[in-house]
């Protein structure tokens, strides 16, 4: 039940970007021993950093360092040293589709542009990865909001949580520095100040035990002088779904397993069937009232889940 809003034109205004130094600006991945680093990253106004604000249908341009990490490179701040490294290659996923589509080689910065990019209600995640000359994997990200939206997202979106105790993608308007969140609209109770990074911010946060209806999340950004607000909600159903009935036959070689099961809250999403005995590791399907499976069996087990995760318990059935 996401409710990533889109922020005014005045807003997003880019003369109230805040300023940074190149070194202050870039978000460096490092690999684990910090020797080498990979860095994506581009410009808004004159400052390199690891977001932009997109222009609909038009690409952005991009740089991509890899290089070892050097003596006076601190890996805790991003600060980085001289590009001289030169690595195998670097894949890019340019139009943030989540594929590696892209394979730049031959030198330690590239320069290069993403795919051009359509409004949408959550910031574009472009991706790169490189193996190290030590055979370590690093990978990063860059962030594209495509007309200034921002905002956060309970469960990525979900509508429905088994449990308070959920994850906030927070994604950070160009301008903003830090963040508050609370369970409350007037930003007092259950609340946390966080400082921020450009793009996106995760964090696990426990909501508020419901009344009635869904639970909501309130965040205020600010920075630049100004503040935004945002809010996402999502409904809690910590109740496990109910299989009442059970039956299987065989006939021509197959079985066919008809399932009676209800839920009284986000009702029921998909169903395991396992031949034999129990076995959670079975592919999940779609829920549905009849099975058919394609070979026929001695006997088989079935369990329900709801749209919140729950999961009913075993119910077994012999032809």
């Given at each position: 039940?996401?409710s990533?809003?889109a922020l005014?034109?005045?807003?997003m205004?880019?003369?109230?970007?805040p300023s940074?130094?190149?070194d202050?600006a870039?978000?460096?991945?490092v690999?684990?021993?910090?020797n080498?680093?990979l860095?994506l990253w581009?410009r808004?106004?004159v400052?390199?950093?690891?977001w932009v604000?997109?222009v609909p249908g038009?690409p952005?341009?991009?740089?991509?360092?890899?290089?070892k990490?050097v003596?006076?490179?601190?890996?805790t701040?991003?600060e980085?040293?001289g590009?001289a490294?030169?690595?195998?290659?670097?894949?890019?996923?340019a139009?943030?589709?989540?594929?590696?589509?892209?394979?730049?080689?031959?030198k330690?910065?590239?320069?290069?542009?993403t795919a051009?990019?359509?409004?949408?209600s959550l910031p574009?995640?472009?991706q790169a990865?490189?193996?190290a000359?030590?055979g370590?994997k690093?990978a990063?990200?860059y962030?594209?909001?495509?007309?200034?939206?921002a905002?956060?997202s309970?469960?990525a979106?979900a509508?429905?949580t088994?449990?308070?105790?959920v994850?906030?993608?927070?994604?950070?308007?160009p301008?903003a520095?830090s963040?508050?969140?609370?369970n409350?609209?007037?930003?007092?109770s259950?609340s946390?100040?966080?400082?921020?990074r450009p793009?996106?911010?995760t964090k696990?946060w426990?909501?508020?035990v419901?009344?009635?209806?869904?639970?909501t999340v309130?965040v205020?950004f600010y920075?630049s002088?100004?503040s935004w607000?945002?809010?996402d909600?999502?409904?809690?159903?910590s109740?496990r779904?109910?299989?009442s009935s059970?039956k299987?036959?065989n006939?021509?070689?197959?079985?066919?397993v008809k399932?009676?099961?209800?839920?009284?809250k986000?009702g029921?999403?998909?169903?395991?069937?396992s031949r034999?005995r129990?076995?959670?590791?079975?592919?999940?399907?779609?829920?549905?009232?009849?099975?058919?499976?394609?070979?026929?069996t001695?006997?088989v087990?079935?369990?329900?889940?709801d749209?919140?995760?729950?999961?009913?318990?075993?119910r077994?059935?012999?032809?």
């Amino acid at each position: 039940m996401a409710s990533i809003l889109a922020l005014s034109g005045a807003a997003m205004a880019t003369a109230d970007t805040p300023s940074a130094t190149a070194d202050e600006a870039k978000t460096i991945f490092v690999d684990e021993g910090c020797n080498y680093f990979l860095s994506l990253w581009g410009r808004n106004d004159v400052s390199p950093r690891n977001w932009v604000e997109g222009v609909p249908g038009r690409p952005v341009k991009l740089w991509v360092d890899t290089a070892k990490v050097v003596e006076d490179m601190k890996c805790t701040n991003g600060e980085i040293g001289g590009m001289a490294t030169v690595f195998d290659s670097v894949e890019l996923d340019a139009d943030a589709n989540g594929t590696f589509e892209t394979v730049l080689s031959g030198k330690a910065n590239y320069a290069t542009a993403t795919a051009p990019f359509k409004p949408r209600s959550l910031p574009y995640r472009v991706q790169a990865r490189t193996t190290a000359p030590n055979g370590s994997k690093i990978a990063a990200e860059y962030f594209v909001f495509v007309d200034s939206f921002a905002g956060v997202s309970i469960n990525a979106g979900a509508a429905w949580t088994n449990t308070r105790l959920v994850n906030l993608n927070v994604y950070t308007p160009p301008g903003a520095d830090s963040v508050k969140i609370s369970n409350s609209s007037s930003m007092k109770s259950s609340s946390e100040v966080m400082t921020l990074r450009p793009g996106r911010t995760t964090k696990t946060w426990r909501m508020p035990v419901p009344r009635s209806g869904p639970s909501t999340v309130y965040v205020r950004f600010y920075g630049s002088g100004r503040s935004w607000n945002f809010k996402d909600a999502i409904k809690l159903d910590s109740v496990r779904p109910t299989l009442s009935s059970l039956k299987a036959k065989n006939r021509n070689g197959k079985t066919e397993v008809k399932i009676k099961a209800s839920d009284s809250k986000s009702g029921l999403s998909a169903l395991q069937v396992s031949r034999g005995r129990a076995n959670a590791g079975v592919k999940v399907t779609s829920y549905r009232k009849v099975m058919r499976l394609t070979k026929s069996t001695k006997s088989v087990h079935v369990r329900v889940r709801d749209k919140a995760g729950n999961w009913s318990g075993w119910r077994s059935a012999k032809p």
